[in-house]
């Protein structure tokens, strides 16, 4: 099918949830797209934060080939191997303990939400359940993380939503601090909000909430999907703060492009789902652990890291001088490559701009744009893909 026929058919026949560009992606390799027209492109999108490795990774590859070819999947009444290894692999590598695997990031959030219910059943009493949340947070979109997910825009006409949530604005300690009612169980908040455009919680301010989590007995919920595994500069966000949580969720990039999610826990808390509190059927199923642990060794390796560090603030420069050029430009935000530019112009005439050359990039709200590139490019991609950000700015002057 051409472009054309592609469209046509996706309008007839899929649900018509998402407000998709007219293009169709057909292959990938690394950081490069071709679509269905045979036009190739630079990918800052990354699958939004899904593609680190970049596309096809051949490590990936051939960890889903092999497995393919030898146990696609089994229930989880039985052991499988490769989410053991998966399993010890992210506790080696993070300050959580135990290690529950499902499919997507909201899914791995329900589960947060759940433990953290189970936790303060158990050890705070029956009256506490109420989980405080973030605005601008993104969390998912099952019937619970929706309502966690601190965006009325999301939550329309979807009433009722599930009890027990409360909302606070980001980056105010006051606000949280009187939030916290008897009622309280939790917190939980993404360290670098993603959907709600590149938001970075401040140092002081993140020291603050875990001294509040301490002194009032409350878990501390780290939603990690977009911002984990090695997107920030380290393999996850919370070690910039020098603090742990108690709960951390990841998903998009943690097989490579393959989907799952994961909830991780600290042994007291894990200990609270016991046989029969939680499963899913697909979570941690052979192929997608076999993925995962691919990509996770990859992401997790120093050098790798280190190398991220580097692009990252070769790539915060340039975008500073992007700044300094244009006046509608407000902002460099973000940490390691999840990036922003706030900006006063049009952000969705830029990213056609953008893609007309050759580069994809995407727009949180109108006035964020959003990069999040494979973590495997080179300080010669950067080039390009500024190169062709510059051109697409210098039309919106
Ligand atoms: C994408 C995202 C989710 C939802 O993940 P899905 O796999 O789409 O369910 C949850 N939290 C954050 C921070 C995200 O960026």
């Not at 409350?218 to 997107?231: K, N, P, S, T, Y």
């Amino acid at each position: 099918m051409n472009t054309e026929e592609i469209i046509k058919n996706g309008q007839q026949y899929v649900m018509n949830t998402y407000g998709r560009l007219p293009m169709a992606l057909v292959r990938g390799e690394g950081v490069y797209v071709w679509d269905a027209d045979g036009n190739k492109y630079l990918d800052f999108v990354a699958g939004l934060a899904v593609n680190s490795l970049g596309h096809c990774h051949p490590a990936v590859v051939e960890a889903i080939r092999e497995q393919a070819g030898t146990l696609m999947h089994v229930s989880n009444i039985y052991w499988i191997e490769p989410q053991v290894r998966l399993a010890e692999s992210l506790v080696k590598n993070s300050a959580l303990d135990k290690v529950f695997f499902c499919n997507s990031g909201a899914e791995a959030n329900e589960g947060a939400i759940k433990l953290a219910r189970k936790y303060a059943r158990k050890y705070l009493g029956n009256d506490k359940y109420e989980i405080i949340t973030m605005e601008k947070s993104f969390h998912g979109r099952t019937l619970a993380a929706i309502t966690a997910t601190a965006q009325p825009k999301y939550q329309k006409d979807l009433d009722p939503l599930p009890g027990g949530f409360k909302y606070v604005p980001f980056n105010d300690i006051a606000a949280l601090q009187e939030a916290v009612s008897l009622h309280t169980c939790a917190i939980m908040m993404e360290p670098v909000q993603g959907e709600g455009g590149v938001n970075v919680a401040d140092y002081e301010y993140m020291q603050k909430v875990k001294q509040l989590c301490d002194e009032r007995g409350l878990l501390l919920i780290f939603d990690e999907v977009q911002c984990g595994l090695a997107r920030t500069g380290k393999l996850f966000a919370y070690e910039h703060y020098g603090i742990e949580p108690d709960i951390m969720t990841l998903a998009k990039a943690i097989a490579g492009g393959f989907p799952m999610g994961a909830l991780l826990a600290k042994d007291k808390v894990a200990d609270c789902f016991q046989p029969g509190d939680h499963a899913s059927t697909f979570g941690g199923n052979p192929l997608a652990a076999a993925a995962a642990y691919a990509a996770v060794s990859l992401l997790a390796d120093k050098e790798f890291l280190a190398s991220t560090v580097e692009k990252a603030s070769y790539f915060q420069a340039k975008l500073n001088d992007l700044k300094k050029k244009y006046s509608f430009v407000t902002d460099v935000r973000g940490k390691g490559l999840i990036l922003g530019l706030g900006i006063t112009a049009d952000g969705i005439k830029i990213v056609e701009s953008c893609r007309a050359k050759g580069l994809l990039i995407n727009c949180v709200g109108s006035n964020v744009l959003r990069f999040l590139p494979p973590l495997i490019i080179s300080f010669e991609d950067i080039d390009n893909a500024v190169k062709i950000l510059d051109e697409a700015m210098g039309e919106s002057r």
